[in-house]
């Protein structure tokens, strides 16, 4: 069933440690190549959960965000930040994941209108995986560099991004 940017805008709620089964399935399916641990995800939304959304359906998740206030240079894949900086220099989007079937209808473009609220000020960077670029740079996000290393735990094609 398509719905509108509008709907799905409404649908997005924050992220409960309940959800986290939900989302680690939602990540395999959508980032197989891409593993994080349970303790990833559980640490950004203890850490920071208004940074952490659920896209809820009538039939279970169909979308998740995960963000937060960040310092220094991105966070390898897989890692645990262990604390949140108390002065930041910008706000790290870790990931925007949906459904295939969700896609295209402006779920992407609703979360990151709150996540945009979140940051304030901020600029915000992220990391763009599985071909994800096109998408950010019709959001306002621009190629910026970064450690290859650091790039290179995304798998092939990751983009360093910004915005602001």
Do not use: K
């Amino acid at each position: 069933m398509q719905r509108t940017e509008t709907e799905l805008g409404q649908l997005w709620r924050a992220m409960t440690a309940a959800d986290l089964p939900a989302v680690l399935a939602l990540s395999a399916l959508v980032h197989p190549g891409l593993p994080e641990d349970e303790a990833v995800f559980a640490e950004r939304q203890r850490l920071y959960p208004a940074g952490c959304l659920a896209l809820a359906g009538g039939s279970g998740l169909l979308g998740y965000a995960l963000s937060h206030p960040w310092a220094g240079p991105s966070p390898r894949l897989n890692s645990l930040l262990g604390a949140l900086p108390p002065l930041p220099r910008c706000y790290y989007l870790h990931d925007l994941a949906l459904l295939p079937a969700v896609r295209g209808q402006g779920a992407g473009q609703a979360a990151l209108r709150l996540l945009l609220a979140q940051a304030g000020a901020l600029p915000c960077r992220l990391i763009a995986v599985g071909g994800s670029a096109p998408f950010w740079r019709r959001q306002g996000f621009a190629a910026v560099p970064g450690d290859a290393a650091m790039l290179a735990s995304y798998g092939p094609g990751a983009v360093y991004m910004q915005r602001g």
